[in-house]
């Protein structure tokens, strides 16, 4: 594989979405998610990561739902959208 990094021209970097590509492959599963939010290139992967980190807040804002609690459930959907916004602002690197 061909990559650019540090190309002498940097209108002319290339090779380096396929590059995460491949490195999220290689590695181990349990560290991909960790590289995918390390690396800033590959955008696609880190909506993947997003998409399910969105997923498992939905539906423990579902559950809650489902299971009312008076009082409760409002907080526990409110404290779960806070924590869904703070997970998505560390897959894309986000601080503030």
């Known amino acids: 594989?061909?990559?650019?990094?540090?190309?002498?021209?940097?209108?002319?970097?290339?090779?380096?979405?396929?590059?995460?590509?491949?490195?999220?492959?290689?590695?181990?599963?349990?560290?991909s998610e960790a590289f995918i939010r390390a690396q800033a290139i590959n955008v696609k992967a880190k909506r993947k990561v997003a998409g399910a980190i969105v997923a498992t807040s939905a539906g423990v804002c579902l559950t809650a739902a489902f299971v009312p609690v008076p009082g409760a459930t409002p907080a526990s959907i409110l404290t779960t959208q806070t924590g869904l916004l703070t997970a998505i602002a560390k897959v894309y690197n986000i601080t503030g």
Request: proline share 10%.
């Open 1 to 31: 594989m061909e990559v650019a990094a540090a190309p002498i021209n940097p209108d002319k970097v290339f090779g380096l979405r396929e590059l995460t590509e491949v490195s999220i492959k290689a590695i181990p599963a349990l560290y």
